[in-house]
């Protein structure tokens, strides 16, 4: 079955820093890839998705991610973080052979400081 | 365009009680469908999915189970709440079509057992 790990559960930036979330799932086939975020008291939102073509993906609010295969790894990046990026982030993975279904990594707490 | 409806939005109910949780997704058919459970540091815990009326996969074996009477329509149920069972629950849904489709949640629904 498929899992994703997600590698920091929480990570504490100044404003301006340089963000990299980890994202590692463990299926060798075809896969989508997602990140979603969750600001406080709101629900569930896409960030950003991989379906095929450039590994490289960006996303909203200047977010991207890079898919590398032989790492079988997602990682969310951006490049200045600012206060209102505060919020929980979280890697999932779609595999078809399983279904459909979606399988989420634990998530990780990220807090900007200003 | 596509809404998803999750109710109700808290629920304080005894041990012992029955549950049942309804979802409902307008302006799309056939969806596939998805209960989780969101806990602190655990991300998002696919507990069941369905790709179909009638059809549900069972993730994880405990003490609730899911059902879809309609195409739209899925819901999470449990003959006797454990105190265990208090948590996050959020419903999602994604297009029908395989791989190539992002998920979209309610807004969930905060369940205290006591």
């Known amino acids: 079955a498929q899992s994703v790990s997600q590698h920091n559960h929480h990570v504490i930036l100044s404003e301006a820093a340089s963000l990299e979330l980890g994202c590692n799932y463990s299926?060798?086939?075809?896969?989508?890839l997602f990140w979603y975020v969750q600001y406080p008291g709101q629900h569930l939102q896409l960030l950003l998705k991989?379906?095929?073509?450039?590994?490289l993906v960006k996303g909203i609010k200047g977010f991207e991610a890079e898919f590398i295969k032989s790492k079988f790894s997602f990682n969310l990046r951006k490049p200045s973080v600012q206060w209102s990026d505060t919020a929980e982030y979280f890697c999932?993975?779609?595999?078809?052979?399983?279904?459909?279904?979606?399988?989420f990594g634990a998530g990780t707490i990220l807090r900007v400081k200003s | 365009s596509q809404t998803i409806h999750q109710w109700p939005a808290t629920l304080v109910q005894p041990v012992g009680s029955p549950l049942s949780l309804e979802c409902t997704v307008e302006?799309?058919?056939?969806?596939?469908l998805y209960w989780y459970r969101q806990a602190a540091g655990r991300g998002l815990q696919l507990l069941f999915y369905?790709?179909?009326?009638?059809?549900i996969s069972s993730e994880v074996p405990q003490n609730l189970s899911a059902s879809r009477p309609q195409d739209r329509q899925f819901i999470l149920s449990s003959k006797k709440l454990l105190l265990s069972d208090s948590g996050f629950y959020l419903c999602?849904?994604?297009?029908?079509?395989?791989?190539?489709?992002?998920?979209?949640f309610g807004q969930g629904t905060r369940l205290t057992v006591v």
């Open positions: 999602a849904w994604s297009p029908t079509g395989g791989l190539n489709t992002e998920a979209f």
């Open positions: 299926y060798g086939g075809t896969v989508n």
């Open positions: 991989y379906f095929s073509g450039d590994p």
């Open positions: 999932a993975v779609k595999v078809a052979e399983y279904g459909n279904k979606l399988v």
């Open positions: 302006g799309t058919s056939n969806p596939n």
């Open positions: 369905s790709v179909g009326i009638g059809q």
